[in-house]
């Protein structure tokens, strides 16, 4: 019994020796640090477009941009992530909202960025000196260390949804900004940018760009092009050939035309169509992902819960947790993700359940 108590002294001391020396040994929290599958901290969340657009209305009433506003962007803030702007531990969505004649000045950061068109047009926004017209549906990239800045040359507001790799980027310490020309680069708005003249004619690839790039050099997939793809994709499974994801689901990748793989090094993108009345398999994979509901509504259900979704609505989705998608109607998706991080760290898995 002395002996015992003199044991358990000896042992913490042990405990606050280490402390003191900054060592924390591993047998004291081995189940939270090797899970035996993922756990995340991140929360699965659903974010509704009627509480989310009355909020970005007001802070354009009330919010300036310019310098120092920068850009008027408001954070999915996960609930499990204690208070933090990141809708994931990785990714970074946002609304932004633009009002009429505003302009975000231009600046340029290491973090990938994309934009999706939610609302409106007339807001073009600047990639490295290519002015790139904006509207509903278009999605839109800044891969990282490309200067950009928006513009509304327009008499009514736009809001597009921002993701980006912010999380990420902050967490591996490898985050440089710099603040652009304070002078607008172009007036004009042509209605295709550059980028879109050099690398969007179908199966063509300029010549004169040789190599593999980083990051996909198209600017801006327009709407027309994904609508008509999805279109296709079901009229060819009405005619009895193969093309769509699974039966009434209709899928498409933006791709980077100089790898044939994902658009950003850190982002994945991709578009849904279901038909209405068409139902996913239940999947989880690693890593988290956020869909948009770009128009239709529809039921997801999520970690075993089920939500209805709605026109504008965001369904955030962490890490190993479930969901299915059902199609109350034609149901239109737009998601994202951060599965090319895990991919080429060899971390990804999926799971798949029919029903
Ligand atoms: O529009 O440049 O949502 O730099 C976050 C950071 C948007 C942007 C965001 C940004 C931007
Ligand atoms: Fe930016």
Do not use: C
């Amino acid at each position: 019994m002395t002996i015992d108590t003199h044991e358990d002294a000896r042992l913490r001391q042990l405990y606050d020796d280490f402390a003191a020396a900054g060592l924390n040994p591993l047998w004291t929290q081995v189940g939270d640090l090797m899970p035996m599958s993922p756990s995340p901290q991140a929360v699965p969340h659903i974010w509704k477009w009627s509480t989310l657009y009355p909020l970005a209305q007001r802070s354009g009433e009330l919010v300036p941009v310019g310098r120092g506003g920068e850009r008027r962007a408001i954070a999915l803030a996960n609930p499990g992530l204690g208070g933090r702007p990141y809708a994931t531990p990785t990714l970074w969505a946002a609304i932004q909202y633009l009002g009429p004649r505003e302009v975000a000045p231009e600046h340029r950061h290491s973090q990938n960025a994309f934009r999706f068109v939610v609302e409106g047009e007339g807001v073009w926004t600047v990639v490295d000196g290519d002015p790139v017209a904006m509207r509903r549906g278009d999605f839109l990239l800044t891969p990282g260390w490309n200067f950009h800045g928006h513009h509304n040359v327009t008499d009514s507001p736009m809001t597009w949804l921002d993701g980006l790799d912010i999380p990420f980027v902050h967490y591996t310490d490898a985050g440089f900004f710099e603040f652009g020309p304070e002078e607008v680069t172009n007036e004009a708005t042509p209605n295709v940018s550059r980028s879109e003249r050099l690398w969007v004619h179908p199966g063509l690839r300029p010549v004169s760009q040789p190599g593999p790039r980083p990051s996909s050099p198209i600017a801006a997939y327009r709407w027309g092009h994904t609508d008509r793809a999805l279109d296709d994709q079901l009229a060819l499974e009405d005619e009895g050939h193969p093309a769509t994801a699974e039966p009434g689901h209709a899928a498409v990748r933006y791709s980077n035309p100089t790898t044939g793989g994902d658009v950003m090094p850190t982002i994945r993108a991709e578009f849904h169509r279901l038909r209405e009345g068409a139902v996913t398999a239940t999947r989880r994979e690693v890593g988290s992902s956020i869909w948009h509901v770009f128009d239709g509504s529809g039921t997801a259900v999520l970690d075993g819960v089920e939500h209805v979704v709605n026109r504008g609505d965001l369904i955030v989705v962490p890490s190993w947790k479930p969901l299915r998608v059902a199609a109350d109607s034609r149901l239109d998706l737009f998601r994202f993700s951060d599965t090319p991080i895990y991919e080429q760290l060899n971390l990804y898995r999926t799971e798949e359940d029919s029903r």
